[in-house]
């Protein structure tokens, strides 16, 4: 386990890279390990080399994992959910980047308050239009953003993006530039604070920094590749 101290501790040294390239606070960007398909034991080996945050895609494999992993770690989901399921989530996790309707905003706020908790949301866009990625159209996306201001316990924090899957990093730049622009747009029309932008993953995280990302999501660069990556990249 201790490659995955050392896989930290190089993927640290590639967020102040970034971060330093762009001029930005050192802790203006926050690492999420991404610990699916992985067991408790990577998740304890990662935390025992001070990671705190870390991000699962489905909620059952979440549900059996979180028990056994060390409290008082800080647990986002990150994969699509079902409004079905948004019970289980509302208790296992604090915050959910992967919101993408109205339907499932309020499920969670529902949610949320039975289980006297609070949530922070973003909501997941689909930057390129690409019809296999989940997400909401730009064109729909405010209107979910605009319901967070009626809400009780769930908190709408800013937006969250999966851009295509491409060789060079740099072709992943424009769709973190749109993301980041309509961030700003929807903040200053809806009069909204949206501080977070969740983008970046192993491959592209240095790019995401340079556009704006507050949350890195990393899989491989801390974990290793993984054994069935296109399992782990499906549903919650
Ligand atoms: C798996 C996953 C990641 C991590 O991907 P890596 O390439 O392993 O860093 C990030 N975001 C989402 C939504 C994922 O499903």
């Excluded at 989530?89 to 339907?103: G, I, T």
């Excluded at 924090?157 to 730049?173: H, Q, T, V």
């Excluded at 530039?177 to 949206?194: S, V």
């Amino acid at each position: 386990m201790d490659s995955i101290a050392e896989n930290l501790e190089a993927v640290r040294a590639r967020i102040a890279a970034a971060g330093a390239r762009a001029g930005r606070p050192v802790d203006a960007v926050r690492l999420l390990a991404v610990s699916k398909t992985y067991g408790p034991a990577a998740v304890r080996a990662a935390a025992a080399a001070g990671q705190r945050r870390f991000g699962e895609n489905r909620v059952q494999e979440a549900a059996a994992k979180i028990p056994e992993c060390p409290g008082r770690l800080e647990w986002h989901l990150i994969g699509h959910l079902q409004s079905n399921k948004a019970a289980a989530a509302a208790r296992l996790f604090d915050w959910v980047h992967s919101v993408d309707s109205a339907k499932l905003l309020e499920a969670l706020d529902r949610q949320a308050g039975e289980a006297g908790r609070t949530l922070q949301a973003l909501v997941q866009v689909n930057v390129s239009g690409e019809r296999s990625k989940s997400g909401l159209a730009p064109g729909e996306a405010a209107a979910v953003l605009a319901l967070g201001n009626r809400l009780r316990n769930v908190q709408v924090c800013g937006l969250m993006a999966i851009p295509p899957l491409a060789e060079d990093p740099e072709k992943a730049r424009p769709f973190f530039r749109k993301l980041r622009e309509l961030r700003d747009r929807w903040a200053a029309e809806l009069g909204l604070e949206l501080p977070e932008l969740s983008m970046g993953m192993t491959h592209d995280l240095d790019v995401a920094i340079e556009e704006g990302a507050t949350f890195v999501r990393v899989g491989t660069g801390i974990f290793g590749a993984r054994e069935h990556p296109a399992e782990g990249a499906g549903e919650a």
